[in-house]
């Protein structure tokens, strides 16, 4: 199995900044892509920001220039550096990542963290 645990998330006045760290742990041969997902109350989960396969960055029109994604790959964490956040940035945020097991395995798990609040007001 695979555990993810994510940090980082609280209270924040708008223009502030957050960053949100997520280490995934357990049987993990190889991470296919890895990133972040964010749920407000009454909306879709959506994506923020992830690796995808080759390495590639993918992210949200609504965060692109605000939110940097990174990552350590020895230690299987991603990084969320956010700035200048707004009321509308406010979510869940959940941590994801798509994990082969062994050398041995075809397929690639689907694995979520348990969410980090994130509140953006004054």
């Known amino acids: 199995q695979v555990q993810l645990v994510e940090s980082g998330g609280g209270l924040v006045q708008p223009g502030g900044s957050l960053t949100l760290s997520c280490a995934a742990s357990?049987?993990?041969?190889?991470?296919?892509?890895m990133g972040w997902y964010r749920q407000a109350p009454g909306k879709q989960r959506e994506l923020v920001a992830a690796?995808?396969?080759?390495?590639?960055?993918n992210y949200a029109d609504s965060v692109k220039g605000r939110f940097t994604i990174s990552r350590d790959s020895a230690k299987n964490t991603v990084y969320l550096q956010m700035n200048s956040l707004k009321p509308e940035d406010t979510a869940v945020y959940y941590c994801?990542?798509?994990?082969?097991?062994?050398?041995?395995?075809?397929?690639?798990?689907?694995?979520w963290g348990q969410g980090t609040q994130v509140t953006v007001s004054s």
């Open positions: 994801n990542a798509k994990v082969r097991p062994t050398s041995y395995s075809r397929s690639f798990y689907d694995y």
């Open positions: 357990g049987i993990i041969f190889s991470i296919n892509a």
């Open positions: 690796f995808a396969s080759g390495g590639i960055t």
